[in-house]
């Protein structure tokens, strides 16, 4: 069912309810109260301050000031506009290469990326920003080194380690850029007035889609949004405003000479070890590493598993291999992890030891990943993951005696059946 305010009252299906005098369908009122108690909202009325443009540039220069102080690389204002692309992505879901997450076509999911209007009514500009967390050339530990010629060997360095995405390193970025967001939308209501809704990673929204219109950079082959100078290890978050601020970047997205791209380059595509780049911009999530080892919750495909190698918590691949990130933030600093935004990285946060994370119980796993995003996974899905990787790299005593205990005594079925593919697979190599 698609919703939407119309005079202050409900429009569903054709029909106003005015609230006050008739009661609004329960499903509607349910939908309501979820949105609401959101707490992503600025703003509790439409009073925005009358503006001229010379003043709505002025407010909107101060933003982009007030971003790059709270740590925001990258600013950009697009119009709410709908996706060019919103086609494909139909496509997308009806080729099921979302996997098993069924919440994205949801009808009333697909109705807000049809139509942005509907995420927050009367809203007139989407201020698109970004924050880089990329550790660059000489950022990362050795176990996480990759390269096209050997990015689909099963595993690198040390093979009692795991490696987890760099993204993950610190804190959860979705309260990072959330309060950074939130912020941003009380200084521009302190300003200007109008009512924001922010998101970042969490809404039905086609942000790349909106942040390459900002001007924040172009989606290439990986399907992630690059920006020429810092290259794609960022993370995006939107804020909706019903205040008309001036837009950036190139509303109609016309192909042209002087504009970045891929061009002939094709090595994310080959470096991915799961093929799940399966064309130009399009990822089947299927077969993608980091869909397997965060958001599917099942068993992993046997086929699969053998080229997973060592990656316990998603994967950088395709971001390490693509020429426009080959950006260096310092100089060398030995083989220690590094990140511009989560700074010097614990080894056993960037490669946890996998003996440690396949026996991990739920009490444990919370400690360790407390405030981290690795956190949403739980423990039980870590030693899915953990499993995998011993299987493809580990030999030793203690990885055996960790799988043997993992694959007889482990509180879930889904893990003793890993534990169990994987003492077959050493066994084999033996």
Request: include cysteine; aromatic fraction near 8%.
């Amino acid at each position: 069912m698609v919703m939407w305010f119309a005079n202050r009252g409900w429009l569903c299906s054709g029909v106003i309810v005015k609230m006050g005098r008739r009661s609004a369908p329960a499903d509607v009122v349910h939908v309501w109260k979820r949105e609401m108690a959101r707490n992503n909202w600025i703003g509790k009325k439409s009073d925005i301050v009358e503006c001229d443009r010379e003043k709505l540039l002025e407010i909107k220069n101060e933003l982009k000031s007030k971003a790059r102080r709270l740590g925001l690389s990258l600013i950009g204002v697009t119009s709410p506009k709908p996706s060019a692309r919103f086609e494909k992505y139909k496509q997308w879901l009806q080729n099921s290469y979302h996997g098993e997450l069924d919440y994205m076509e949801r009808e009333d999911r697909v109705a807000r990326r049809r139509n942005p209007g509907l995420i927050l009514p009367g809203a007139q500009s989407v201020i698109m920003v970004g924050m880089f967390y990329w550790p660059g050339q000489n950022g990362f530990p050795k176990e996480h080194e990759v390269s096209i010629t050997h990015a689909r060997n099963s595993s690198n360095g040390d093979e009692t380690r795991g490696v987890v995405s760099s993204y993950a390193w610190g804190e959860d970025y979705h309260r990072i850029l959330e309060r950074k967001l939130k912020t941003l939308g009380k200084q521009l209501n302190k300003v200007a007035g109008g009512v924001g809704r922010f998101y970042v990673d969490t809404g039905a929204v086609l942000e790349r889609d909106f942040a390459e219109r900002a001007g924040l950079g172009f989606i290439g082959k990986n399907s992630l949004l690059i920006h020429p100078r810092g290259g794609s290890g960022f993370f995006i978050g939107e804020l909706f405003s019903t205040v008309a601020l001036p837009v950036d970047g190139d509303e109609e997205m016309k192909p042209g000479r002087g504009r970045a791209g891929c061009g002939k380059c094709t090595k994310c595509m080959v470096a991915c070890p799961t093929g799940a780049i399966v064309e130009e911009r399009v990822v089947d999530a299927r077969k993608c590493i980091s869909y397997l080892t965060i958001e599917l919750k099942g068993d992993i495909a046997e086929e699969l598993r053998p080229l997973m190698g060592n990656r316990v918590y998603g994967c950088d691949i395709c971001q390490q291999v693509c020429p426009w990130n080959r950006i260096k933030w310092r100089e060398d600093d030995g083989n220690a992890a590094w990140s511009p935004l989560f700074g010097a990285i614990e080894k056993e946060v960037s490669t946890p030891k996998l003996t440690e994370l396949v026996l991990m119980d739920e009490s444990e796993f919370a400690k360790r990943f407390e405030k981290s995003a690795v956190r949403r996974i739980g423990a039980e899905r870590m030693a899915r993951n953990a499993a995998v990787a011993l299987g493809n790299g580990g030999a030793g005593a203690a990885d055996l005696r960790a799988l043997r205990i993992a694959a007889t005594r482990h509180r879930s079925a889904l893990v003793r059946r890993h534990a169990r593919w994987a003492l077959r697979r050493i066994m084999r190599r033996a």
